[in-house]
């Protein structure tokens, strides 16, 4: 079995200067022009020595990011103005997800043959993986064609998405019109290039105390779908639109993760768009903040932990040049006493009245962000109320942040008391360049309860614009139509208006050279704004999305 998908070895991100010293046999998986995965064996670790590898090595669990109008947004203006008409022709959207339902009319031509460009089912290693990958199956349009065709087309083309996520994702950019049930994508003429990615490996959810059954994607698999993507875009010489409905809430929030820094880089290229989802964090109540600047220097802070929570991970984030230390409090005041900061050291503390386990990671120096971390996992947590005490080390004012894991990873029973709904943009929406994408209801035009809210933890502005995300009709497995609410969705709307901007710009030769923090610094322009709110701000960024204003004050130029 390749190392890649082998779960006695841990995938670790490096630097490509250092492939060198590791690259013998399998051992490499290049990711990106900057970074390749080395593929370490995994020993027997105490789960305190993170691996054996500093905590920026490990790749970052993703979640999905969703669960109506196009009116709403100028679409329908501009698909009616017979001098635009944009409807995607010349362009390619790639959607990096948990797959799409080929079969779905929504994806066909009116022939009935398939506007799907390729799959890349990471799930699948039965099939020939992609030219320069080493795992997964391809699947390219004349052999979807030909499982079309077929009296069993899953015997051609085994690939399916038993989520629906990807499927409904892909459909609200892209889905053919379906008359009957008022429903369009934004682009119906598109060409589309999916990436369904595995799920996380089981030693990686390990590590970072997630539990077993939790389904969650790896950032270094998200990156190689990237490339992917990429590289087909390069080969068939078309324009491409990337969506990830998909966020992390590890990390610094600052756009520094790989990821992050990887879509940042890219969307700087001509001819490739990205749209990213900010978040359903708003009101989950996984974020506290805290500044304290007049003595006593020491802040405490109460987190609740529900009855079935058997594994946990909170990661806070102090601002330099103060450090903390921190004192955990078990809910019978069991206490760990201070934890100071270290190197690499890793503490574990075992609770004499309850089954409560806890490791602390006091890191004074994070190597991707230079930051102070202090990473704390919870294996079976007593139920009810933890305490916290975070005290300065140096007797000087200090601010932090704390975050919980995002999606679905913990249930709704554990939050903190004293919560703070800013700030809470996942990762990869926290990077300077990608488009970042809140969610509004197009109905009522208030932002959705759920929305996470920015700006970035060094105070970028974030989100960048808001988009329609509550219940769009979409395609679902089966054959069947359904709604997807949630910042995955209003990505996805968006990524469609990104798509029609590029039709414009480079097939119909407007502005060949366009690339796609072009696009997006065009879309903040022609943003939609109220006369009640002072723009940008951590709800909205710069406004609600308007292609049709967009077109406008290009038509003015």
């Known amino acids: 079995m390749s190392k890649i998908l082998d779960n006695d070895y841990y995938d670790i991100i490096l630097s490509n200067i250092s492939v060198p010293a590791f690259d013998k046999g399998d051992n490499i998986t290049f990711l990106t022009e900057r970074n390749s995965l080395v593929h370490v064996l995994r020993t027997d670790m105490d789960p305190c020595s993170l691996g054996g590898q500093p905590y920026n090595a490990f790749p970052a669990l993703y979640t999905l990011e969703s669960t109506i109008s196009i009116e709403k947004s100028g679409i329908g203006t501009v698909q009616r103005n017979p001098f635009l008409g944009l409807f995607g022709r010349g362009v390619m959207i790639g959607v990096i997800d948990t797959g799409i339902d080929y079969l779905h009319e929504a994806f066909r031509n009116n022939d009935g043959t398939t506007r799907i460009q390729t799959i890349w089912d990471q799930t699948i290693q039965t099939g020939t993986p992609p030219d320069g990958f080493t795992f997964g199956s391809e699947y390219n349009r004349d052999t979807i064609n030909q499982a079309l065709r077929s009296e069993d087309p899953l015997s051609l083309v085994p690939s399916v998405d038993s989520n629906g996520h990807g499927t409904a994702i892909t459909s609200i950019i892209a889905g053919k019109p379906n008359e009957d049930l008022t429903f369009s994508g934004i682009v119906p003429e598109s060409d589309i290039v999916i990436v369904k990615l595995k799920e996380a490996k089981k030693n990686l959810k390990e590590l970072f105390f997630v539990k077993p059954n939790a389904y969650c994607f790896q950032e270094s698999d998200i990156l190689l779908g990237t490339r992917y993507l990429q590289l087909i875009s390069q080969k068939i010489g078309r324009p491409i639109v990337i969506c990830v409905a998909l966020g992390s809430n590890q990390g610094g929030h600052d756009g520094r993760g790989i990821l992050s820094s990887y879509l940042t880089y890219v969307v700087q290229l001509p001819g490739i768009g990205v749209t990213v989802s900010a978040g359903n964090e708003g009101n989950k109540r996984r974020h506290y903040f805290n500044s304290t600047t007049t003595p006593p220097l020491y802040n405490d802070f109460e987190l609740r932990i529900g009855e079935n929570e058997p594994l946990l991970w909170m990661e806070i984030w102090p601002y330099a040049p103060e450090r903390i230390s921190i004192d955990v409090s078990s809910p019978n005041r069991e206490s760990t006493q201070r934890v100071f900061p270290t190197i690499n050291e890793c503490r574990k503390f075992e609770f004499i009245f309850t089954q409560s386990i806890v490791w602390v990671n006091n890191i004074v120096l994070e190597e991707e962000t230079g930051d102070q971390l202090i990473l704390i996992r919870f294996q079976n947590p007593a139920a009810?109320?933890?305490?916290?005490?975070?005290?300065?080390?140096?007797?000087?004012?200090?601010?932090?942040?704390?975050?919980?894991?995002?999606?679905?990873?913990?249930?709704n029973d554990t939050f903190f008391l004293n919560p703070n709904p800013d700030t809470t943009i996942t990762s990869p929406g926290n990077g300077v360049n990608q488009l970042t994408v809140t969610a509004y209801n197009q109905l009522t035009d208030s932002i959705l309860g759920e929305s996470s809210r920015g700006y970035a933890r060094n105070g970028l502005v974030k989100p960048d614009i808001a988009a329609p995300g509550f219940e769009l009709p979409c395609a679902v497995p089966g054959n069947l139509y359904g709604t997807a609410t949630g910042t995955g969705a209003a990505s996805a709307h968006a990524a469609g208006i990104v798509a029609m901007v590029m039709e414009w710009a480079v097939p119909r030769g407007n502005y060949p050279s366009m690339t796609g923090n072009d696009i997006n610094r065009l879309i903040i322009r022609g943003a939609r704004r109220s006369t009640t709110e002072v723009y940008p701000n951590n709800v909205w960024g710069y406004g609600q999305i308007d292609i049709n204003n967009l077109f406008q004050g290009l038509t003015n130029i």
Do not use: T
């Open 384 to 411: 009810g109320i933890w305490y916290f005490r975070a005290q300065s080390v140096g007797n000087e004012p200090f601010s932090f942040h704390c975050w919980l894991p995002s999606g679905d990873l913990i249930s």
